[in-house]
Antibody, heavy 124, light 108 residues
Framework: QVQLQESGSGLVKPSETLSLSCIVS?????????WGWIRQPPGRGLDWIGN???????YYNPSVKSRVTISVDTSKNQFSLKLSSVTAADTAVYYC?????????????????WGKGTTVTVSS | SYVLTQPSSVSVAPGKTARITCGVN??????VHWYQQKPGQAPVLVIY???DRPSGIPERFSGSNSGNTATLTISRVEAGDEADYYC???????????FGGGTKLTVL
């Protein structure tokens, strides 16, 4: 059974960098799939941050592209999120996800496994 | 980019059928996926590729997609189906994931 577990700082000061990791168990990141991050501000909907393939290729949401880096460490079977220059608007529950991607007359990506989520608050 | 439009709320009596829509121009040309999120929990995939169900999802959950509207249908609604539901597609024009705004399903 594939499981994802987020870890990282729950409190980040404005203008600093948010750093989260996601440890994957029950599946080898190198075996395939994309891996990604989704966030959900308090009381609001889901907001995609980005995806990464085990080879390192990435897709990022244009709204955060200038501030975000997603990386993968296959030796530790984990992937990470860094979001720089954070503001209060980045306060959210952050989920790491496994992403199934492919092409079948058109491209598709969907999230088939989710971590439980971790709350990140941006505050001084 | 574009916006996936969902009703903010849908109410249904137990045992009846709930239909939650997701609309955008020509959504029928895209692959639509649906997630269920109960309070305080992570979302769960309930429908992928318009109408496929992951293992463990009851047959009461079904999906369709045509023209400008995709629909998640929940038959014989139960109290445990009360949750927020989100549709999702891949926007090939800008290479990113899009979510609808979410629909709160209330079981009366």
């Amino acid at each position: 059974q594939v499981q994802l577990q987020e870890s990282g700082s729950g409190l980040v000061k404005p203008s600093e960098t948010l750093s989260l990791s996601c440890i994957v168990s029950g599946y080898s990141i190198s075996s395939g799939y994309y891996w990604g991050w989704i966030r959900q501000p308090p009381g609001r909907g889901l907001d995609w941050i980005g995806n990464i393939y085990h080879t390192g290729s990435t897709y990022y949401n244009p709204s955060v592209k200038s501030r975000v880096t997603i990386s993968v460490d296959t030796s530790k079977n984990q992937f990470s999120l860094k979001l720089s220059s954070v503001t209060a608007a980045d306060t959210a529950v952050y989920y790491c996800v496994r992403v199934k991607g492919g092409y079948d007359s058109h491209h598709y990506y969907y999230m088939d496994v989710w971590g439980k989520g971790t709350t990140v608050t941006v505050s001084s | 980019s574009y916006v996936l439009t969902q009703p903010s709320s849908v109410s249904v009596a137990p045992g009846k059928t709930a239909r939650i829509t997701c609309g955008v121009n020509n959504i029928g040309r895209k692959s639509v996926h649906w997630y269920q999120q109960k309070p305080g929990q992570a979302p769960v995939l309930v429908i992928y590729h318009d109408s496929d169900r992951p293992s463990g999802i009851p047959e009461r959950f079904s999906g369709s997609n045509s023209g400008n509207t995709a629909t998640l249908t929940i038959s014989r609604v139960e109290a445990g189906d009360e949750a927020d539901y989100y549709c999702q597609v891949w926007d090939s024009s800008s290479d990113h994931v899009l979510f609808g705004g979410g629909t709160k399903l209330t079981v009366l």
